[in-house]
């Protein structure tokens, strides 16, 4: 198709997906609109997302303690701590770490970051694994945080860190996952080192401040030509000049031990701290996001029992056949039937 009937053909398309969750400055001339921008189309989008995110919340409340809702308000994060009696923890690691089940692998710079989806057949084989992202802990904060009455996403992720003779890993520049409230959840099967890769959050960098709005808007105006590939794409980076502008604290660092549950609104700047050696962390993981602009939390078929588990399969082999159909190259690759802390397949 010639350029110009295609923009025509795609147009609709760009002006739909301003109600979703597209993020991307360079592949949506909408969303990059330097001109829509300067008028306030980005600000509109983050406005309503997190007022709409607000109300959820509200009526997810009862999902979790006050303590823990203080103290998520506060920071947009929640650390628990001993989240499991410890003898029952150990035994869940052990099974989990001699478990084989079929991974994928994905490659960032020197980091790998491997998964195993929670799919029916794991959670059939690890009844505790089930008990844990069922029980209330981990059913209510990621709702909470989340805002959504949704099952995440979840897997037990694998990072390998500095495996791999290239430039560092990208996801160690602090950045916004996207641009609204979107939950993502950690249960650390292994001590995490200070310099070994730890998860790190700049707290109470989830609000939407009157300096967070005027900072996203100047670089909504500039977004889509972006040097960096990621902030073009949608996910905002930030450097730590730029934090104490916006009045934010310097990041925590989650140097924790095992047994330790982080849920966190990745909409606050968050990254993964440098490794000054090449370290691995396990950790059950999941994720949720859903349209920002849905002004319910709940009537979500993916999160219905026997669709919820069997996400991860189909989207892993959904990208296998897009790419075997000469589409884009799957990122996930296939790392056969290993145990989570098996070293790395790919390199
Ligand atoms: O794994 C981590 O420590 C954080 C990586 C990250 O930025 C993310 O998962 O969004
Ligand atoms: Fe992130």
């Known amino acids: 198709m010639s350029l ?51 109300w959820r919340r509200a009526r997810l409340a009862p999902l979790v303690s006050p303590e823990d809702r203080a103290a998520f308000d506060r920071d947009g994060f929640v650390v628990k701590r001993d989240v499991l009696p410890a003898a029952v923890f150990e035994r869940l690691r052990e099974r989990v770490l001699a478990h084989r089940a079929p991974a994928r692998e994905m490659v960032q710079g020197d980091t790998i970051t491997r998964r195993i989806a929670l799919d029916r057949p794991f959670l059939d ?8 992202i069922a029980g209330p802990l981990w059913h209510g904060l990621t709702r909470y945080v989340g805002s959504f009455d949704q099952e995440p996403v979840s897997y037990v992720q694998t990072i390998l860190s500095q495996v791999r003779a290239a430039p560092p890993d990208p996801q160690t520049h602090l950045h916004a996952d996207t641009f609204h409230p979107t939950v993502k959840a950690w ?28 900072w996203e808007r100047e670089l909504s105006l500039v977004a889509a030509r972006h040097a960096d590939r990621y902030t073009s794409r949608g996910s905002f980076r930030i450097t730590r000049d730029g934090l104490a502008a916006l009045g934010l604290p310097e990041p925590r660092l989650f140097d924790v031990p095992a047994n330790t549950m982080v849920v966190a609104d990745t909409f606050g700047f968050h990254a993964r701290g440098p490794a000054v050696r090449p370290s691995v962390r396990i950790e059950l993981w999941g994720y949720g996001r859903r349209n920002p602009f849905l002004p319910w939390t709940g009537l979500d078929p993916l999160s219905w029992p026997g669709i919820a588990e069997a996400r991860t399969p189909v989207y892993w082999r959904a990208m296998d056949l897009r790419e075997r159909w000469g589409g884009k190259r799957s990122p996930w690759r296939d790392a056969g039937h290993i145990t989570p802390d098996a070293p790395p397949v790919l390199r």
């Open 4 to 54: 110009p009937l295609k923009n025509i053909v795609l147009a609709p398309l760009w002006a739909l997906s301003l109600l979703t969750p597209a993020k991307s400055f360079r592949d949506n001339p909408l969303i990059g609109s330097a001109r829509l921008n300067a008028w306030g189309l980005h600000e509109r989008r983050l406005r309503a997302a997190h007022a709409l995110a607000a």
């Open 125 to 132: 084989a690890l009844t505790e694994v089930r008990e844990v």
């Open 187 to 214: 249960l650390f099967l292994t001590d995490v080192q200070a310099d070994a890769g730890a998860f790190c959050y700049v707290p109470g960098s989830h609000r939407l401040s009157p300096e967070r709005l005027a």
